[in-house]
């Protein structure tokens, strides 16, 4: 485990924000696999259960608002990290429009706050995560490229457009590539992601989770939005991602201190029914209806990404098909109720690095 990605996370420090999320936990799992040091910095877990308390990681974890500049510059003067993989976020579009203010004061003045610390401290390398969404939304039917402008329908996803020109704005002002090395040692990336599953997550309002809650509990799941399509990858896809971009950035590569999509292949787009209908072939219990309510927000229908940027530079390429994908969450939650809560994150962790192994990407190479 210690030999992927050059060796490059071996014995360094990394600030991970919003390590109690969903992502954040696979994430902290995996960095500490690899025999780095991480220091998580988040609020409280939202949910119970949640994943990273039944991970019981061997981590520094501190509760604290990425809002907080003074905890944040106090935190990150103590432990000194080397990397800040930046997850941190109010990550839900339906309660963005019930809490707008709270959405971009976290997702943007959080964000800035972050960036400010890590300014302040001379980070060497910062990952910060979007979000596909963060796209000026066309529903066209060709994926998204880095080069695409910024956008955002609901408060969530304008949001996390705002902290991508956010980053934009620090890599230009402070962070300058031509004077890297010069002025300033650090180099800031942002990667945006599609919608993503895996066990442990009990967030509010995802597709998933809201099935895995409904068979636990006997009852149909209700299907608000059946036609939306969707690019559905594993957790661990982008997280290979970021980690690959990290690994360049703390290799002082300047060239990839820029935007990043990870997403599935076009196969992996697919709609919110046909999700379902996968799902059930794991899990009989399963059983839904559709609840087309004509007061719905409005959320995007078509969304997907164009990856060529990762694939052609990073050698970055998607290891899971959209049937493993489910498959191997669907055996996640089964163990998870059926088995006394059994946890199963570093097996699906092992077996994802076997598979990518197996498809010789250059991150497993040592």
Same mark, same amino acid.
């Given at each position: 485990?210690?030999?992927?990605?050059?060796?490059?996370?071996?014995?360094?420090?990394?600030?991970?924000?919003? /390590?109690?999320?969903?992502?954040?936990?696979?994430?902290?799992?995996?960095?500490?696999?690899?025999?780095?040091?991480?220091?998580?910095?988040?609020?409280?877990?939202?949910?119970?259960?949640?994943?990273? =308390?039944?991970?019981?990681?061997?981590?520094?974890?501190?509760?604290?608002?990425?809002?907080?500049?003074?905890?944040?510059?106090?935190?990150?003067?103590?432990?000194?990290?080397?990397?800040?993989? /930046?997850?941190?976020?109010?990550?839900?579009?339906?309660?963005?429009?019930?809490?707008?203010?709270?959405?971009?004061?976290?997702?943007?003045?959080?964000?800035?706050?972050?960036?400010?610390?890590?300014?302040?401290?001379?980070?060497?390398?910062?990952?910060?995560?979007?979000?596909?969404?963060?796209?000026?939304?066309?529903?066209?039917?060709?994926?998204?490229?880095?080069?695409?402008?910024?956008?955002?329908?609901?408060?969530?996803?304008?949001?996390?457009?705002?902290?991508?020109?956010?980053?934009?704005?620090?890599?230009?002002?402070?962070?300058?590539?031509?004077?890297?090395?010069?002025?300033?040692?650090?180099?800031?990336?942002?990667?945006?992601?599609?919608?993503?599953?895996?066990?442990?997550?009990?967030?509010?309002?995802?597709?998933?989770?809201?099935?895995?809650?409904?068979?636990?509990?006997?009852?149909?799941?209700?299907?608000?939005?059946?036609?939306?399509?969707?690019?559905?990858? /594993?957790?661990?896809?982008?997280?290979?991602?970021?980690?690959?971009?990290?690994?360049?950035?703390?290799?002082?590569?300047?060239?990839?201190?820029?935007?990043?999509?990870?997403?599935?292949?076009?196969?992996?787009?697919?709609?919110?029914?046909?999700?379902?209908? !996968?799902?059930?072939? !794991?899990?009989?219990?399963? =059983?839904?209806?559709?609840?087309?309510?004509?007061?719905?927000?409005?959320?995007?229908?078509?969304?997907?990404?164009?990856?060529?940027?990762?694939?052609?530079?990073?050698?970055?390429?998607?290891?899971?098909?959209?049937?493993?994908?489910?498959?191997?969450?669907?055996?996640?939650?089964?163990?998870?109720?059926?088995?006394?809560?059994?946890?199963?994150?570093?097996?699906?962790?092992?077996?994802?690095?076997?598979?990518?192994?197996?498809?010789?990407?250059?991150?497993?190479?040592?």
């Amino acid at each position: 485990m210690q030999n992927l990605f050059n060796k490059i996370y071996k014995d360094k420090t990394v600030l991970v924000t919003g /390590h109690t999320g969903f992502k954040g936990s696979w994430l902290s799992l995996w960095l500490i696999e690899m025999g780095a040091k991480v220091v998580g910095y988040s609020l409280e877990a939202p949910t119970s259960p949640n994943h990273i =308390d039944l991970l019981d990681l061997d981590m520094i974890s501190i509760i604290g608002d990425i809002r907080d500049l003074h905890k944040l510059n106090s935190v990150m003067a103590e432990y000194e990290p080397e990397i800040v993989f /930046h997850l941190a976020a109010q990550p839900l579009v339906r309660l963005s429009y019930e809490d707008p203010i709270d959405t971009y004061e976290t997702n943007v003045m959080g964000t800035l706050k972050v960036l400010e610390a890590c300014k302040n401290n001379n980070v060497k390398a910062i990952v910060n995560i979007t979000s596909d969404k963060a796209y000026e939304n066309k529903e066209w039917v060709w994926g998204y490229r880095e080069n695409d402008p910024m956008g955002g329908y609901d408060p969530y996803s304008s949001s996390k457009g705002c902290a991508e020109l956010l980053v934009s704005s620090y890599r230009n002002s402070y962070f300058n590539l031509s004077e890297y090395k010069k002025t300033h040692n650090t180099l800031i990336a942002s990667c945006r992601a599609g919608n993503v599953i895996g066990g442990g997550d009990w967030a509010q309002d995802r597709l998933m989770t809201d099935i895995m809650l409904s068979v636990s509990q006997g009852k149909k799941v209700s299907i608000r939005n059946p036609y939306a399509t969707r690019p559905w990858q /594993h957790v661990l896809e982008p997280l290979s991602g970021y980690l690959s971009v990290g690994q360049k950035l703390l290799q002082e590569k300047v060239e990839f201190a820029e935007g990043w999509n990870f997403g599935p292949s076009d196969e992996g787009s697919i709609t919110v029914e046909q999700v379902v209908q !996968h799902v059930k072939k !794991h899990w009989d219990k399963i =059983d839904y209806d559709i609840n087309k309510d004509p007061n719905q927000l409005h959320e995007a229908n078509l969304l997907k990404l164009d990856c060529s940027k990762a694939h052609t530079y990073l050698k970055w390429l998607a290891v899971w098909d959209s049937e493993k994908t489910f498959e191997m969450t669907i055996k996640w939650y089964k163990e998870f109720y059926d088995n006394n809560q059994q946890v199963i994150t570093q097996n699906n962790l092992v077996n994802y690095i076997k598979d990518a192994k197996n498809k010789n990407l250059e991150w497993t190479r040592s």
